[in-house]
């Protein structure tokens, strides 16, 4: 079993809609990660969150420590939201984990 | 300029060949990373170095070697190529190391190619 769960592992959208994707987590943590994988390949961090809630233009990430769960929104979803988007944790043990990802797809 | 390079990005070879990843950050990070995502998409952490010293050795097989000259720098060596090495490399930094680290920032990726 994967440390990192991530679900849908995939998601079709309509443009505008609201989306939000889960990522639970197994392992005590000191962060976690919500990164975007590009169709061409490359990788960008969108928020690293300890606790509470970050929110950058339409992406809002909020995580639960006690409930060892973390959210992403997009709010009016975009075709160019269309990506993979990755969790990620750093375990207290200075262990690192990544989820399976989620795939987005934003239907004009 | 870009912030993380890696190179090369395509590296095509034969098995039992030994060939090297280079990577290279200029935003003045203490942390570099190795991870490795295979043909399923799955990413996974190989090596992380702080300061130039080796702080998470995930595992992996002893052919492949990080080598840190200086705190910008943090290059892959693998010996003995095998088949299953054939995955994208990406190479990563962040300001500190584990969970106080701030935002990572990812090299563009290397795709090798053992035939």
């Known amino acids: 079993k994967n440390e990192v769960e991530q679900s849908p592992q995939n998601l079709t959208a309509q443009e505008e809609e609201f989306i939000t994707i889960n990522c639970s987590y197994s392992v005590g943590i000191s962060a976690l990660h919500w990164l975007q994988q590009h169709p061409g390949g490359g990788i960008v961090s969108l928020f690293m969150?300890?606790?509470g809630k970050k929110k950058h233009g339409r992406l809002i990430a909020t995580i639960n420590i006690q409930e060892k769960h973390s959210s992403l929104h997009i709010t009016a979803s975009h075709p160019r939201d269309s990506a993979v988007y990755i969790c990620a944790v750093w375990g207290t043990g200075n262990q690192f984990y990544f989820g399976t990802g989620t795939s987005l797809t934003v239907i004009p | 300029d870009t912030a993380v390079s890696q190179t090369p990005k395509y590296l095509v070879t034969q098995m039992g060949n030994d060939k090297s990843i280079k990577c290279e950050q200029n935003l003045g990070h203490d942390t570099m990373y190795w991870y490795k995502q295979d043909s399923k998409k799955f990413l996974k952490i190989m090596f992380s170095y702080n300061n130039k010293e080796l702080i998470i050795n995930e595992t992996v097989p002893n052919r492949f070697s990080p080598k840190s000259p200086d705190k910008a720098h943090l290059n892959l060596h693998i010996n003995s190529l095998e088949l299953g090495d054939s995955a994208v490399y990406f190479c990563?930094?962040?300001?500190?190391?584990?969970?106080?680290?701030?935002?990572?920032?990812f090299g563009e990726g290397s795709r090798l190619t053992v035939l």
């Open positions: 969150l300890s606790s």
């Open positions: 990563a930094s962040s300001r500190v190391a584990g969970g106080f680290t701030g935002e990572l920032f």
